[in-house]
């Protein structure tokens, strides 16, 4: 994670022990990257920003407009 400045949030132990178990054996570090990571997905999503697009959807969206004829 980057080296801004941090904040301490509470959540329900239940919600982090299954969080725990669902970043078993994935990439993420810590309960805490992943709901960071969550609320910045989340929250470009409610923005439009660009980030709200996955690379799959992206993908997608270009195939979509070669099909019509929009891109080469």
């Given at each position: 994670?980057?080296?801004?400045?941090?904040?301490?949030?509470?959540?329900?132990?239940?919600?982090?022990?299954?969080?725990?178990?669902?970043?078993?054996?994935?990439d993420i570090d810590?309960?805490s990257s992943f709901v960071t990571k969550?609320?910045?997905?989340?929250?470009?999503?409610?923005?439009?920003?660009?980030?709200?697009?996955?690379?799959?959807?992206?993908?997608?969206?270009?195939?979509?407009?070669?099909?019509?004829?929009?891109?080469?």
């Amino acid at each position: 994670m980057d080296k801004e400045e941090r904040k301490d949030i509470s959540i329900p132990a239940s919600l982090y022990k299954q969080i725990e178990e669902k970043i078993k054996g994935t990439d993420i570090d810590s309960v805490s990257s992943f709901v960071t990571k969550v609320l910045k997905e989340n929250l470009a999503k409610e923005e439009g920003t660009p980030e709200s697009l996955s690379k799959e959807d992206e993908e997608k969206v270009k195939e979509r407009l070669k099909a019509l004829g929009y891109l080469d």
